[in-house]
């Protein structure tokens, strides 16, 4: 199977190439599951792009205006576009056309454009979502850590956070600019289009093909990462360390019922965004080894990353849709906004209707007792 996966998006049979290996497991398990991808990724998509504009819709409420929640309605939104922008991309290449398969009609001039602008477009999504991730952990450990409290405290840190995802979309913008040069297309003789080989690993690759993979896998992958494990261990001793202050504490019933609670509340945040970022961190981390390997190792590319593209997708389509179950199984007060303005309305709908059934049949047996006889 001839499959590309470029920026987190794997990319059927698209690369002109004279390479032929033999099958093995990694090329028998991709062509298998490549005929049930497409269908299983509208579906993850259909399910999270609603529950991601959810998130949007709550964590956008004037109550719920803190800096963490700034960056994850951030990360919900570039979520939502990553999962829009594959639809089109799964439906045409997986669902509409076997994805084994090239023709001029699948493999048009004007989808293989299409699908330049969508790979672009995912790989910077994907890298500002990542590096979101980062600035969750930073501002979370800075939150637990800072002294200073009140509600002009929370407004600068609100401020500081906006600036932050900012400078963090700029930023990936600019650093995807050689991923951006790395892809060209040409005809082949079938009449189809291609995109011409990368040639990782043999010393043939062009510069720029290198400069890309190296910033995608370094600065969009692995930095991140590490930065995920540094703060992540962090909050994890921090939390370690307050679990083990708030039980001494109990014993020694020094602490009052208000205090406990506000303990409980910050551990079960801090739980929840260590759960994201370590969502992040087993989804990107693998695929920047891999991308590494491919820029060392001949035919790397094509024995080993190409057959695990579709998986790699998938896993990143889960991580994009399962925010919304994490925010409400952890989050208290997410529960409480959601309640608030997607089922409270239902509930007085349902109570006024109930109500107006009651005052209509009192009214009914009032008039039938007092007919006369």
Not at 17 to 25: A, D, E, I, K, P
Not at 188 to 214: D, Q, R, T
Not at 327 to 337: G, H, I, N, V
């Amino acid at each position: 199977m001839n499959t590309t996966t470029i920026a987190n998006v794997s990319v059927p049979s698209f690369h002109a190439s004279n390479v032929h290996f033999q099958r093995n497991v990694l090329d028998t398990y991709s062509e298998s599951y490549s005929m049930v991808h497409g269908y299983i990724s509208l579906v993850i998509c259909a399910i999270g792009i609603p529950l991601n504009s959810i998130n949007i819709i709550v964590l956008t409420r004037k109550k719920m205006q803190t800096p963490i929640n700034c960056i994850l309605t951030w990360l919900a939104v570039f979520d939502i576009t990553t999962m829009i922008s594959y639809i089109p991309f799964a439906f045409h290449f997986y669902c509409q056309y076997p994805a084994t398969k090239i023709s001029p009609s699948k493999n048009s001039s004007e989808w293989m454009q299409f699908l330049l602008v969508y790979l672009n477009i995912s790989a910077t999504a994907h890298t500002i979502s990542i590096w979101l991730a980062v600035a969750l952990a930073i501002f979370r450990h800075h939150h637990i850590h800072s002294p200073a409290k009140g509600n002009l405290t929370r407004i600068r840190r609100i401020i500081r956070a906006r600036l932050v995802v900012c400078i963090i979309v700029i930023s990936s913008a600019v650093a995807m600019i050689p991923n951006y040069l790395s892809h060209t297309l040409k005809k082949a003789h079938s009449g189809a289009y291609v995109f011409e080989p990368l040639n990782l690993g043999s010393g043939k690759a062009k510069p720029i093909i290198l400069v890309g993979m190296i910033l995608y896998s370094c600065l969009a992958k692995i930095i991140p990462c590490v930065l995920i494990i540094v703060y992540g261990s962090l909050l994890v001793f921090t939390l370690n360390g307050s679990r083990f202050n708030h039980t001494k504490s109990s014993i020694d019933s020094t602490v009052s019922g208000r205090q406990s609670t506000r303990s409980t509340r910050m551990s079960r945040t801090t739980i929840m965004l260590l759960i994201v970022i370590v969502l992040f961190l087993i989804t990107e981390l693998p695929q920047g080894v891999l991308i590494l390997f491919c820029i060392l190792e001949e035919n790397f590319f094509e024995q080993i990353y190409i057959p695990l593209g579709d998986t790699m997708d998938i896993i990143a389509l889960v991580n994009s849709g399962v925010n919304f179950v994490l925010y409400c199984t952890m989050s208290q007060e997410f529960r409480r906004t959601f309640i608030r303005l997607f089922c409270r309305q239902t509930l007085n709908g349902g109570t006024r209707h109930a109500y107006v059934a009651s005052h209509m049949r009192n009214e009914q047996l009032h008039a039938t007792l007092v007919q006369p006889k």
